[in-house]
Structure formats: C-alpha cells, structure tokens
C-alpha cells in the first residue's frame, strides 16, 4: 500500500535555524530545526500566510531545536492564531523547548494532546 509523500509548501532557513511547512493527510505540519531566534522573524509571515491558507489542522514539531529564544515563542502564538481552528493540534518538544514553555507559563497556546 502507498502511501502519499508530505508535500513542501514552503522552507525557511538561515545558517541556523530551519523551518519547513509540510502538508500531509489533511494536516499542516510545522517542523522547527536549529537555532530558532530573531533571524527567522523578518521571513516567518510568509509560513503564517501558508498556514493560514491551507485551513487545515496544524502539527509543530519542535523536537530538533538547539536553541528557542523569545522569537521562537512567538512564532508558536502566531501558528496558533493561523490554525484553522486557532490551536496546535500537536506540539512535540525537546527539553530545551519544554524549559522555555514552562517558565514562561505558556498555556494560552491551549494545545490539544
């Protein structure tokens, strides 16, 4: 049996960091990779614009981040407001990641497990 490949919409990447927007069954899936900090800002409407298009329910996978800044948390709050049903379906962190959740008391991003 077949299964379809996830098609790239759109891949945002510096020296450091890496974002990619992938559709698959339905689903937008957000994959953050590297060092995810203020460089990335400047670009990161153009993967809430393809978000926001697509309608579809959205998956962010945060577990290949090195670094998670400030900017970071932000551009998980403006995947939120773009969602078609304005939350993360799925968020699958590391510790580096998880620290910044926690300490910044981050359950407005109403997660759904």
Do not use: W
Not at 8 to 15: A, I, V
Not at 23 to 46: K, M, N, S, T, Y
Not at 55 to 64: L, N
Request: charged share 25%.
């Amino acid at each position: 049996m077949d299964h379809p490949q996830p098609t790239t919409r759109f891949d945002l990447s510096d020296d450091y960091g890496h974002v990619s927007v992938l559709r698959h069954g339905g689903r937008i899936r957000v994959l953050f990779a590297g060092e995810i900090d203020h460089r990335l800002l400047d670009r990161f409407p153009q993967v809430v614009t393809a978000v926001r298009e697509a309608r579809e329910p959205v998956d962010v996978d945060c577990s290949e981040v090195s670094f998670f800044g400030a900017a970071g948390l932000r551009m998980l709050f403006e995947l939120k407001h773009a969602a078609a049903d304005k939350r993360l379906a799925t968020l699958a962190t590391n510790d580096r990641v998880e620290l910044v959740l926690q300490a910044l008391d981050t359950s407005d991003l109403t997660l759904a497990y």
